[in-house]
Structures are given as C-alpha cells and as structure tokens.
Nanobody
C-alpha cells in the first residue's frame, strides 16, 4: 500500500526555519518524483517544489520560495525533505507531499498524497 506521511510542521516566527519530512512506503522512492504543495483555506493548492528521484535529482521551485526552500530526497530512508529557511508570514499553510503517478517521470501528475502538516509563521 502506497503511503506518504508528512511531519515537521510547527509554529515558527518569521525569519525562522523548519524542515518538513515526507516518509514514504509502498513504492520505490528512487523510481518516482515527489512534490511538495501547500494550501491555505479558501485558496487553491499550489506547488512549492518537486524533485526527480529517477532523473538525476533535478529540482523545481515555485518562484516565491526560490533561494529559501530546498527539496532533497534520501532514497535509502524513503524520505523526502523540504528545508524551509527565512520563513515569511505568507508561507503559512498546510503542506502536503505527493508521489508522481508514473515511474521515471516527474513534476506531475500525482496520484498519492499525504495528509498534510500545518506550518504557521507568526509575523
């Protein structure tokens, strides 16, 4: 059974840092891309970052997080991380990770999602 479980969300002051984890199981992480997304109530979910585990570990970032967030993957631990530095109030959201639907592809579409973890940045 494919599962993705996020953790690491917390309340943090603006300018602070958090590291989110996405623990995966039920598939070979090295064969699939994984993306991080976030959603604020009343707004559409937006992509934050994604990584191509099977294609050299290439990464993509949403413009507003470039230079502040870093996505990495530890295939041996079946875990994808999102290091978030210089956090801003507008980064407040529920963060989700998701698995690419097709092996050896990346950046979507996604077929399995985690339950989300809350990140709250106080200004």
């Amino acid at each position: 059974e494919v599962q993705l479980v996020e953790s690491g969300g917390a309340l943090v002051q603006a300018g602070g840092s958090l590291r989110l984890s996405c623990a995966t199981s039920g598939f070979i992480l090295a064969d699939y891309g994984v993306g991080w997304f976030r959603q604020v109530p009343g707004k559409e979910r937006e992509g934050v970052a994604c990584i191509s585990n099977s294609l050299g570990g290439e990464t993509l970032y949403e413009e507003s997080v470039k230079g502040r967030f870093i996505i990495t993957s530890d295939n041996a631990k079946n875990t994808v991380y999102l290091q978030m530095d210089s956090l801003k109030f507008e980064d407040t959201a529920v963060y989700y990770c998701a698995k690419d639907a097709r092996p050896n592809f990346w950046a979507g579409p996604y077929d399995y999602w985690g339950q989300g973890t809350q990140v709250t940045v106080s200004s």
